[in-house]
């Protein structure tokens, strides 16, 4: 009687055993565990957040080819590609780009000691396709205000500052300056800034 008493004990208590839970102290570590990971995924999330885009050095991807002199046309200064008929201008292809979109860069014009060019009269630069007398995206400057963007382009319709710039397109830089008032062979120069998804300078192309 007492040895089947006993075994019914033990088989009660085996089942009770069965039905017990993890032990606390491997709860804690698996508490502490999932806590650690979680952290670490909220930290490179916050992280990324945190540096955003921007990171992507614009040299990389980008790049224009050797300038072209022309001069204003009429119609374009109504197009807000140049400020005047008959001022200098100056056509670069696009030769590389790379997932750059219009809102991904700005456009400055420098002399050879570092400093802004300062135009004497309207300028403007413009995003042209090939073939094509409307500008898809352009930024206009006042007399004197000195070419270096300060805020991304302004984009025509049917266009958005996600639109990629591609080889198709090319680059006006209206000068602000009377045709032959321009400082031929002085030094200035045209880089393109990084914003957006990209940063860093590009390498000045020298403006005959």
């Given amino acids: 009687m007492m040895t089947n008493m006993n075994f019914r004990t033990a088989s009660a208590r085996w089942r009770k055993g069965k ?3 993890v032990s606390p102290i491997i709860a804690t570590i698996l508490l502490v565990a999932i806590t650690v990971v979680l952290a670490a995924v909220l930290y490179v ?5 945190a540096h955003g885009p ?22 374009g200064v109504t197009a807000h590609i140049c400020g005047a008929a008959g001022n200098q201008i100056f056509n670069l292809t696009i030769e590389v780009a790379s997932s750059i979109s219009l809102g991904d860069f700005l456009l400055e014009v420098k002399t050879a000691s570092g400093g802004v060019f300062k135009n004497t009269l309207a300028a403007a630069f413009a995003v042209m396709k090939i073939g094509s007398t409307t500008p898809v995206a352009y930024y206009t400057f006042a007399a004197s205000a000195g070419l270096a ?60």
């Avoid at 921007?54 to 119609?75: H, Q, S």
């Avoid at 963007?149 to 209206?174: A, E, L, Q």
């Fill in 149 to 208: 963007m300060s805020k991304t382009f302004t984009i025509n319709s049917g266009y958005s500052s996600s639109t990629p710039v591609t080889t198709t397109m090319f680059i006006v830089i209206g000068t602000g300056t009377a045709s032959g008032s321009w400082l031929s062979g002085q030094g200035n120069f045209v880089s393109a800034i990084g914003t957006g998804h990209y940063s860093g300078v590009t390498a000045g192309t020298t403006l005959p």
């Fill in 19 to 21: 039905r017990r839970g």
């Fill in 54 to 75: 921007g990171n992507t050095p614009i040299g990389t991807a980008f790049a224009v080819g050797a300038p072209v002199a022309g001069k204003c046309w009429a119609a």
């Fill in 45 to 49: 999330l916050i992280s990324g957040l």
